[in-house]
Protein backbone atom coordinates (compact mmCIF):
# COMPACT_ATOMS: atom_id res chain seq x y z
CA UNK A 1 0.00 0.00 0.00
CA UNK A 2 1.41 3.66 0.16
CA UNK A 3 2.77 5.18 2.70
CA UNK A 4 0.85 5.19 6.02
CA UNK A 5 -0.56 7.94 6.83
CA UNK A 6 -0.96 7.46 10.68
CA UNK A 7 2.88 8.36 12.73
CA UNK A 8 2.38 5.01 14.38
CA UNK A 9 2.27 2.81 11.65
CA UNK A 10 4.79 5.25 9.76
CA UNK A 11 7.47 4.75 12.48
CA UNK A 12 7.24 0.96 13.07
CA UNK A 13 7.50 0.87 9.05
CA UNK A 14 10.39 3.16 8.81
CA UNK A 15 11.88 1.40 11.41
CA UNK A 16 11.73 -2.55 10.30
CA UNK A 17 9.18 -3.38 12.61
CA UNK A 18 6.35 -4.54 10.03
CA UNK A 19 5.79 -7.82 9.16
CA UNK A 20 2.50 -8.51 8.24
CA UNK A 21 -0.86 -6.32 9.15
CA UNK A 22 -4.17 -7.85 8.86
CA UNK A 23 -5.73 -5.25 7.29
CA UNK A 24 -3.52 -1.98 6.58
CA UNK A 25 -5.67 0.43 4.89
CA UNK A 26 -8.36 0.02 8.37
CA UNK A 27 -5.66 0.13 11.05
CA UNK A 28 -4.20 3.00 9.67
CA UNK A 29 -7.52 4.91 9.48
CA UNK A 30 -7.96 4.35 12.83
CA UNK A 31 -4.68 5.11 14.16
CA UNK A 32 -5.52 8.37 12.50
CA UNK A 33 -8.75 9.02 13.74
CA UNK A 34 -7.95 8.40 17.43
CA UNK A 35 -5.97 6.79 19.97
CA UNK A 36 -5.69 2.99 19.47
CA UNK A 37 -5.11 0.45 22.06
CA UNK A 38 -2.87 -2.30 21.73
CA UNK A 39 -1.57 -5.22 23.40
CA UNK A 40 1.36 -7.93 23.30
CA UNK A 41 1.48 -10.54 25.37
CA UNK A 42 4.31 -12.04 27.83
CA UNK A 43 3.78 -15.70 29.34
CA UNK A 44 5.89 -15.94 32.51
CA UNK A 45 8.14 -18.95 31.66
CA UNK A 46 11.70 -17.32 33.28
CA UNK A 47 12.60 -14.73 35.55
CA UNK A 48 13.30 -12.39 32.88
CA UNK A 49 12.48 -11.73 29.25
CA UNK A 50 15.63 -11.50 26.98
CA UNK A 51 17.16 -9.64 24.47
CA UNK A 52 14.59 -11.70 21.88
CA UNK A 53 11.42 -10.07 23.42
CA UNK A 54 13.17 -6.60 22.98
CA UNK A 55 11.81 -5.81 19.25
CA UNK A 56 7.89 -6.40 20.55
CA UNK A 57 8.94 -3.84 23.52
CA UNK A 58 10.48 -1.55 21.55
CA UNK A 59 6.60 -1.83 18.91
CA UNK A 60 4.87 -0.78 22.66
CA UNK A 61 7.24 2.15 23.46
CA UNK A 62 6.61 3.51 19.82
CA UNK A 63 3.16 3.04 20.17
CA UNK A 64 2.75 5.46 23.32
CA UNK A 65 5.25 7.59 21.75
CA UNK A 66 3.01 8.39 18.39
CA UNK A 67 0.33 9.14 21.04
CA UNK A 68 -1.64 5.56 21.44
CA UNK A 69 -2.55 3.02 24.44
CA UNK A 70 -0.34 0.16 24.66
CA UNK A 71 -1.23 -2.79 27.19
CA UNK A 72 1.57 -5.38 28.34
CA UNK A 73 -0.24 -8.00 29.19
CA UNK A 74 0.98 -10.38 31.59
CA UNK A 75 0.56 -14.19 31.28
CA UNK A 76 -0.34 -15.33 34.48
CA UNK A 77 -3.12 -17.43 33.48
CA UNK A 78 -2.00 -18.78 29.92
CA UNK A 79 1.28 -19.87 31.51
CA UNK A 80 0.05 -22.27 33.07
CA UNK A 81 -0.85 -23.85 29.94
CA UNK A 82 2.21 -22.89 27.72
CA UNK A 83 2.20 -21.96 23.97
CA UNK A 84 3.36 -24.63 21.68
CA UNK A 85 3.57 -22.14 19.03
CA UNK A 86 6.42 -24.27 16.19
CA UNK A 87 7.98 -26.03 19.96
CA UNK A 88 9.06 -29.67 19.57
CA UNK A 89 7.75 -30.87 22.93
CA UNK A 90 5.65 -29.28 25.55
CA UNK A 91 6.76 -27.06 28.07
CA UNK A 92 7.56 -27.51 31.01
CA UNK A 93 4.65 -27.04 33.39
CA UNK A 94 5.00 -24.05 36.12
CA UNK A 95 3.27 -23.97 39.44
CA UNK A 96 1.22 -20.75 40.06
CA UNK A 97 3.83 -19.76 42.84
CA UNK A 98 6.80 -19.97 39.97
CA UNK A 99 4.69 -18.24 37.76
CA UNK A 100 4.14 -15.48 40.31
CA UNK A 101 7.92 -15.45 41.08
CA UNK A 102 8.53 -14.92 37.39
CA UNK A 103 6.15 -12.15 37.06
CA UNK A 104 7.59 -9.88 39.72
CA UNK A 105 11.01 -10.56 37.63
CA UNK A 106 9.54 -9.60 34.62
CA UNK A 107 7.17 -6.52 35.64
CA UNK A 108 10.02 -4.05 36.14
CA UNK A 109 11.22 -4.14 32.84
CA UNK A 110 8.22 -2.33 31.56
CA UNK A 111 8.69 0.62 33.25
CA UNK A 112 12.08 1.89 31.46
CA UNK A 113 10.11 1.28 28.03
CA UNK A 114 6.47 2.70 29.05
CA UNK A 115 5.19 5.45 30.75
CA UNK A 116 2.64 3.84 33.40
CA UNK A 117 1.78 7.41 34.74
CA UNK A 118 0.15 7.86 30.92
CA UNK A 119 -1.89 5.70 28.79
CA UNK A 120 0.59 2.49 29.08
CA UNK A 121 -1.03 -0.09 31.20
CA UNK A 122 -0.19 -3.38 32.28
CA UNK A 123 -2.51 -5.85 32.81
CA UNK A 124 -2.74 -9.81 33.96
CA UNK A 125 -5.20 -12.55 31.82
CA UNK A 126 -5.36 -14.58 35.17
CA UNK A 127 -7.92 -12.29 36.29
CA UNK A 128 -10.24 -13.70 33.59
CA UNK A 129 -8.90 -16.66 33.34
CA UNK A 130 -8.55 -18.56 36.36
CA UNK A 131 -11.96 -17.69 37.33
CA UNK A 132 -13.45 -18.99 34.24
CA UNK A 133 -16.45 -21.69 33.90
CA UNK A 134 -15.24 -24.67 31.83
CA UNK A 135 -18.74 -25.59 30.82
CA UNK A 136 -19.61 -22.03 29.89
CA UNK A 137 -16.86 -21.36 28.15
CA UNK A 138 -16.93 -24.44 26.12
CA UNK A 139 -20.59 -23.12 25.33
CA UNK A 140 -19.83 -19.57 25.09
CA UNK A 141 -16.27 -19.60 23.32
CA UNK A 142 -15.88 -22.91 22.29
CA UNK A 143 -18.52 -23.27 19.53
CA UNK A 144 -16.50 -20.81 17.47
CA UNK A 145 -13.32 -22.74 17.10
CA UNK A 146 -13.16 -25.14 14.13
CA UNK A 147 -10.60 -28.02 15.04
CA UNK A 148 -10.03 -28.64 11.01
CA UNK A 149 -8.98 -25.27 10.70
CA UNK A 150 -7.02 -25.32 14.23
CA UNK A 151 -5.34 -28.54 13.07
CA UNK A 152 -4.37 -26.54 9.71
CA UNK A 153 -2.06 -23.78 11.34
CA UNK A 154 1.34 -24.35 10.57
CA UNK A 155 2.49 -23.95 14.42
CA UNK A 156 -0.15 -27.69 15.25
CA UNK A 157 0.64 -28.69 11.89
CA UNK A 158 4.73 -29.17 11.87
CA UNK A 159 4.27 -31.04 15.21
CA UNK A 160 2.09 -33.07 14.21
CA UNK A 161 3.92 -33.56 10.95
CA UNK A 162 6.73 -34.93 13.32
CA UNK A 163 5.01 -37.54 15.23
CA UNK A 164 5.41 -35.33 17.81
CA UNK A 165 2.49 -35.51 20.69
CA UNK A 166 0.70 -32.02 21.49
CA UNK A 167 -1.72 -32.49 24.31
CA UNK A 168 -5.70 -31.56 24.89
CA UNK A 169 -3.80 -28.90 27.43
CA UNK A 170 -1.42 -26.86 24.88
CA UNK A 171 -3.89 -27.44 21.86
CA UNK A 172 -6.56 -25.04 24.46
CA UNK A 173 -3.91 -22.57 24.35
CA UNK A 174 -4.76 -20.71 20.60
CA UNK A 175 -8.12 -20.59 22.20
CA UNK A 176 -7.23 -19.08 25.24
CA UNK A 177 -5.17 -16.44 23.43
CA UNK A 178 -8.07 -15.48 21.38
CA UNK A 179 -10.18 -15.01 23.78
CA UNK A 180 -7.94 -12.93 25.90
CA UNK A 181 -8.29 -10.35 22.43
CA UNK A 182 -11.63 -10.30 23.35
CA UNK A 183 -11.58 -9.93 26.98
CA UNK A 184 -9.13 -7.02 26.63
CA UNK A 185 -11.51 -5.09 23.46
CA UNK A 186 -14.78 -5.35 26.10
CA UNK A 187 -12.51 -4.32 29.16
CA UNK A 188 -10.12 -1.59 27.56
CA UNK A 189 -11.70 -1.24 23.69
CA UNK A 190 -8.42 -2.97 22.78
CA UNK A 191 -8.58 -3.29 18.58
CA UNK A 192 -5.00 -4.34 18.02
CA UNK A 193 -2.87 -7.31 19.26
CA UNK A 194 0.85 -7.55 18.32
CA UNK A 195 3.66 -9.63 18.45
CA UNK A 196 6.38 -11.94 16.45
CA UNK A 197 5.19 -13.27 13.05
CA UNK A 198 4.96 -16.76 14.68
CA UNK A 199 1.49 -15.49 16.48
CA UNK A 200 0.05 -14.39 13.13
CA UNK A 201 -2.65 -17.29 13.29
CA UNK A 202 -3.61 -16.65 17.16
CA UNK A 203 -3.78 -13.50 16.34
CA UNK A 204 -5.78 -14.41 13.67
CA UNK A 205 -8.07 -16.35 15.87
CA UNK A 206 -8.58 -13.56 18.33
CA UNK A 207 -10.12 -11.17 15.42
CA UNK A 208 -12.95 -14.17 13.99
CA UNK A 209 -13.48 -14.49 17.52
CA UNK A 210 -14.20 -10.53 18.14
CA UNK A 211 -15.97 -10.20 15.37
CA UNK A 212 -18.19 -13.44 16.11
CA UNK A 213 -18.44 -12.87 19.53
CA UNK A 214 -18.65 -9.22 19.90
CA UNK A 215 -19.42 -7.88 16.07
CA UNK A 216 -16.22 -5.99 16.04
CA UNK A 217 -13.35 -5.60 13.63
CA UNK A 218 -9.95 -6.01 15.90
CA UNK A 219 -6.52 -6.03 13.91
CA UNK A 220 -3.21 -7.78 13.71
CA UNK A 221 0.65 -6.81 13.47
CA UNK A 222 3.02 -9.35 13.22
CA UNK A 223 7.14 -8.17 13.18
CA UNK A 224 9.21 -10.44 11.69
CA UNK A 225 11.59 -13.12 13.23
CA UNK A 226 14.67 -11.41 14.06
CA UNK A 227 18.02 -13.31 13.34
CA UNK A 228 21.36 -12.03 12.52
CA UNK A 229 23.25 -11.03 9.56
CA UNK A 230 24.68 -14.93 9.99
CA UNK A 231 21.25 -16.57 10.76
CA UNK A 232 21.97 -16.74 14.72
CA UNK A 233 18.75 -16.58 16.80
CA UNK A 234 18.74 -12.84 18.82
CA UNK A 235 19.16 -13.30 22.52
CA UNK A 236 20.95 -16.17 22.52
CA UNK A 237 24.76 -16.65 22.50
CA UNK A 238 26.93 -19.54 23.01
CA UNK A 239 26.85 -18.63 26.94
CA UNK A 240 23.02 -18.70 27.01
CA UNK A 241 20.66 -16.24 26.93
CA UNK A 242 21.00 -12.57 26.89
CA UNK A 243 18.70 -11.51 29.92
CA UNK A 244 17.24 -7.94 30.28
CA UNK A 245 17.45 -8.50 34.27
CA UNK A 246 21.02 -7.34 35.36
CA UNK A 247 20.57 -9.59 38.49
CA UNK A 248 20.73 -12.57 35.42
CA UNK A 249 23.93 -10.12 33.33
CA UNK A 250 25.83 -7.92 34.46
CA UNK A 251 25.24 -4.52 32.21
CA UNK A 252 29.00 -4.62 30.79
CA UNK A 253 27.56 -8.13 29.29
CA UNK A 254 24.79 -6.57 28.53
CA UNK A 255 26.72 -4.05 26.18
CA UNK A 256 29.43 -6.10 24.95
CA UNK A 257 26.88 -8.23 22.82
CA UNK A 258 25.61 -5.22 21.58
CA UNK A 259 29.10 -4.18 21.03
CA UNK A 260 29.83 -7.10 19.09
CA UNK A 261 26.72 -6.62 16.73
CA UNK A 262 27.91 -8.08 12.97
CA UNK A 263 28.08 -5.22 10.54
CA UNK A 264 26.00 -6.11 8.66
CA UNK A 265 23.31 -5.57 11.41
CA UNK A 266 24.27 -2.61 12.52
CA UNK A 267 22.16 0.05 10.93
CA UNK A 268 19.16 -2.45 11.26
CA UNK A 269 19.70 -3.08 15.18
CA UNK A 270 19.86 0.99 15.53
CA UNK A 271 16.66 1.56 13.75
CA UNK A 272 14.78 -1.40 15.83
CA UNK A 273 16.19 -0.79 19.27
CA UNK A 274 17.60 2.81 20.11
CA UNK A 275 15.56 5.95 20.07
CA UNK A 276 17.96 7.80 17.53
CA UNK A 277 16.24 9.77 14.65
CA UNK A 278 17.12 8.08 11.00
CA UNK A 279 18.50 10.79 10.01
CA UNK A 280 21.33 10.06 12.55
CA UNK A 281 21.40 6.16 11.87
CA UNK A 282 21.99 6.70 8.55
CA UNK A 283 25.26 9.14 9.30
CA UNK A 284 26.37 6.00 11.52
CA UNK A 285 25.52 3.36 9.06
CA UNK A 286 27.48 4.99 6.41
CA UNK A 287 30.62 4.35 8.60
CA UNK A 288 33.37 2.28 6.98
CA UNK A 289 36.33 -0.26 7.52
CA UNK A 290 37.00 0.12 10.99
CA UNK A 291 35.23 3.19 11.22
CA UNK A 292 32.18 1.24 12.07
CA UNK A 293 33.07 -0.15 15.52
CA UNK A 294 32.13 3.80 16.71
CA UNK A 295 28.54 2.83 15.41
CA UNK A 296 28.55 -0.48 17.12
CA UNK A 297 29.65 1.55 20.60
CA UNK A 298 27.04 3.92 20.11
CA UNK A 299 24.47 1.03 19.26
CA UNK A 300 25.79 -0.67 23.24
CA UNK A 301 25.34 2.40 24.81
CA UNK A 302 22.19 3.54 23.52
CA UNK A 303 20.27 0.14 23.60
CA UNK A 304 21.73 -0.60 26.96
CA UNK A 305 21.18 3.30 28.59
CA UNK A 306 17.66 2.70 27.48
CA UNK A 307 17.10 -0.57 29.81
CA UNK A 308 19.81 -0.04 32.46
CA UNK A 309 19.90 3.93 32.13
CA UNK A 310 21.96 6.51 30.85
CA UNK A 311 24.81 6.63 33.75
CA UNK A 312 25.52 2.28 34.20
CA UNK A 313 25.32 2.50 30.32
CA UNK A 314 28.25 4.89 29.85
CA UNK A 315 29.52 3.15 32.47
CA UNK A 316 29.97 0.34 30.78
CA UNK A 317 31.41 1.89 28.06
CA UNK A 318 34.00 3.30 29.94
CA UNK A 319 34.51 -0.35 31.00
CA UNK A 320 35.04 -1.40 27.60
CA UNK A 321 37.29 1.12 26.94
CA UNK A 322 39.68 0.87 29.69
CA UNK A 323 39.86 -3.17 28.87
CA UNK A 324 40.19 -3.08 25.21
CA UNK A 325 42.01 -0.04 24.80
CA UNK A 326 44.35 0.68 27.41
CA UNK A 327 44.48 -3.44 28.74
CA UNK A 328 43.58 -1.71 32.04
CA UNK A 329 41.95 -4.25 35.16
CA UNK A 330 38.26 -2.10 34.99
CA UNK A 331 36.79 -2.88 38.35
CA UNK A 332 33.37 -3.09 36.58
CA UNK A 333 34.23 -6.18 34.83
CA UNK A 334 31.89 -9.47 35.42
CA UNK A 335 33.34 -10.71 38.81
CA UNK A 336 33.18 -14.68 40.06
CA UNK A 337 33.91 -15.35 43.64
CA UNK A 338 36.03 -18.00 44.53
CA UNK A 339 37.18 -19.27 48.34
CA UNK A 340 40.35 -18.13 49.25
CA UNK A 341 41.31 -21.45 50.74
CA UNK A 342 41.02 -22.88 46.89
CA UNK A 343 43.67 -20.38 45.77
CA UNK A 344 46.35 -20.37 48.20
CA UNK A 345 47.82 -23.58 47.49
CA UNK A 346 47.79 -23.32 43.89
CA UNK A 347 44.53 -23.45 41.74
CA UNK A 348 45.07 -25.05 38.25
CA UNK A 349 44.44 -22.74 35.35
CA UNK A 350 42.17 -24.90 33.80
CA UNK A 351 40.25 -25.19 36.49
CA UNK A 352 40.08 -21.65 37.04
CA UNK A 353 38.71 -20.74 33.58
CA UNK A 354 35.91 -23.53 34.67
CA UNK A 355 35.09 -21.74 37.68
CA UNK A 356 34.93 -18.64 36.17
CA UNK A 357 32.56 -19.72 33.21
CA UNK A 358 34.63 -18.97 30.50
CA UNK A 359 34.61 -22.78 29.33
CA UNK A 360 32.97 -25.58 30.00
CA UNK A 361 35.21 -28.23 30.88
CA UNK A 362 38.58 -28.36 31.66
CA UNK A 363 39.42 -30.17 28.19
CA UNK A 364 38.02 -27.47 26.95
CA UNK A 365 39.99 -25.09 28.74
CA UNK A 366 43.25 -27.06 27.12
CA UNK A 367 42.18 -27.00 23.60
CA UNK A 368 42.20 -23.49 24.02
CA UNK A 369 45.79 -22.90 25.73
CA UNK A 370 47.40 -24.98 22.54
CA UNK A 371 45.45 -22.59 20.57
CA UNK A 372 46.26 -19.33 22.25
CA UNK A 373 42.83 -18.18 23.55
CA UNK A 374 43.22 -17.82 27.11
CA UNK A 375 45.00 -15.20 29.29
CA UNK A 376 46.01 -14.51 33.06
CA UNK A 377 46.28 -10.69 33.67
CA UNK A 378 46.19 -9.97 29.93
CA UNK A 379 49.48 -12.69 29.40
CA UNK A 380 48.91 -15.77 27.13
CA UNK A 381 48.38 -19.25 29.20
CA UNK A 382 51.10 -21.40 27.46
CA UNK A 383 51.61 -24.06 30.35
CA UNK A 384 48.14 -26.09 31.11
CA UNK A 385 49.93 -27.32 34.37
CA UNK A 386 50.26 -23.74 35.64
CA UNK A 387 48.34 -22.71 38.91
CA UNK A 388 47.07 -19.64 40.49
CA UNK A 389 48.14 -18.37 43.39
CA UNK A 390 47.51 -15.20 45.98
CA UNK A 391 50.57 -13.63 44.21
CA UNK A 392 48.61 -13.16 40.63
CA UNK A 393 46.74 -10.78 42.27
CA UNK A 394 45.74 -7.41 41.26
CA UNK A 395 46.34 -4.20 43.56
CA UNK A 396 42.60 -4.81 43.70
CA UNK A 397 42.63 -8.09 44.83
CA UNK A 398 41.44 -10.05 42.23
CA UNK A 399 43.02 -12.19 38.73
CA UNK A 400 41.60 -11.30 35.07
CA UNK A 401 41.30 -14.33 32.98
CA UNK A 402 40.47 -13.42 29.43
CA UNK A 403 39.42 -15.65 26.87
CA UNK A 404 39.84 -14.52 23.71
CA UNK A 405 39.56 -10.54 23.40
CA UNK A 406 35.77 -9.99 24.18
CA UNK A 407 35.34 -12.36 27.28
CA UNK A 408 36.86 -11.28 30.75
CA UNK A 409 35.95 -12.36 34.45
CA UNK A 410 37.54 -11.26 37.81
CA UNK A 411 38.22 -14.14 40.20
CA UNK A 412 38.17 -12.66 43.35
CA UNK A 413 39.28 -14.54 46.46
CA UNK A 414 36.53 -14.27 49.31
Same mark, same amino acid.
Given at each position: ?AAF???F???L??R?????????EG #???A??K??????????A? @?????V $??LM????L?????????????????????????F????R? #?L??ETIE??????R????????F??????????D? #?? %???? #? =?F??D? %????????????????????? =??S????E???M /???????????K???????MG??????N??? &?I???H???GV??F?L????L?T???? *??G???S????????L????E??Q??????D????????????????? /????A?? $?GA??NEA *???????V??????R???E?????????F?? &?A?? @???????????????????????V???????????????K???????D???????A??G???L????AI?????K *? *???LLR??
Open positions: MKSDLRTDEGFIHQISDP #LDAAVGPVTAYIGYDT @ATSLH $GHQIMMHWMQETGHKPIALMGGGTTMVGDPSKDEAK #LTPQNLKGIGVFSRYLDSGAARMMNNAW #LL %GLNY #L =ELRV %GRHFSVNRMLSFDSVKLRLDR =EQLSFLFNY /ILQAYDFVELYRTGCTLQGSDQWGIIN &GDLGRMEQLATSPLTASGA *KMKTAGAVWLDEALPVFFWYWRNTEADVERFLKLFTKLPLTE /IAKLAL $GEI *KKVLATETALLHGAAAAAAETARKTEE &GLA @ADLPSVAIARGEIEPGLGVLTAFKAGLVPSTGEARRQVAGGLRVNAVVTDERTLLADSSDGKLSFG *K *KHIPE
